[in-house]
């Protein structure tokens, strides 16, 4: 793409994939402006960009690793796995009044996937909470 150039002749406020609103800048050279604008309104600003990366990166981290997440699991958990026709398989996990569901090439996959989907959905938390006494 070619660098626009010479002085800079509008700054339109333009809505960007995030949503925020952004300066656009017109230049009086620019062969690819119709181009540079797509890509401004299809990408987020600097911002969001750097926001989206951070809650990903933490998102990762907050996954626990395979030994991990199984030491989470409560006692009492309870795995079932079925085989399909296809030969994939469907499985659920059920822990501590939480259940989840997921398919996997193979079980030893799918536990892994199970186990990380339970921690996941208990908002990673290992501590259990003691259960407040009735009455
Ligand atoms: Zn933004």
Do not use: N
């Not at 030994?67 to 958990?77: D, I, K, N, W």
Request: net charge positive; proline share 8%; aromatic share 6%.
């Amino acid at each position: 793409m070619g660098v626009p150039s010479g002085e800079i002749v509008a700054r339109p406020m333009v809505a960007r994939a995030c949503g925020c609103l952004q300066e656009f800048q017109h230049y009086a050279v620019d062969k690819y402006r119709a181009q540079r604008l797509a890509k401004f309104q299809k990408t987020r600003c600097t911002v969001c960009v750097a926001k989206l990366v951070e809650e990903q990166r933490q998102a990762a981290a907050a996954i626990p690793k395979k030994g991990e997440a199984f030491q989470l699991l409560p006692t009492g958990t309870q795995v079932s796995m079925t085989r399909k026709p296809d030969g994939s398989w469907s499985g659920t996990l059920a822990g501590g009044g939480t259940s989840v569901e997921a398919v996997g090439d193979g079980p030893q996959g799918l536990s892994v996937t199970l186990a990380r989907l339970w921690v996941t959905a208990r908002g990673s938390r290992p501590a259990p909470r003691p259960a407040p006494k009735p009455g």
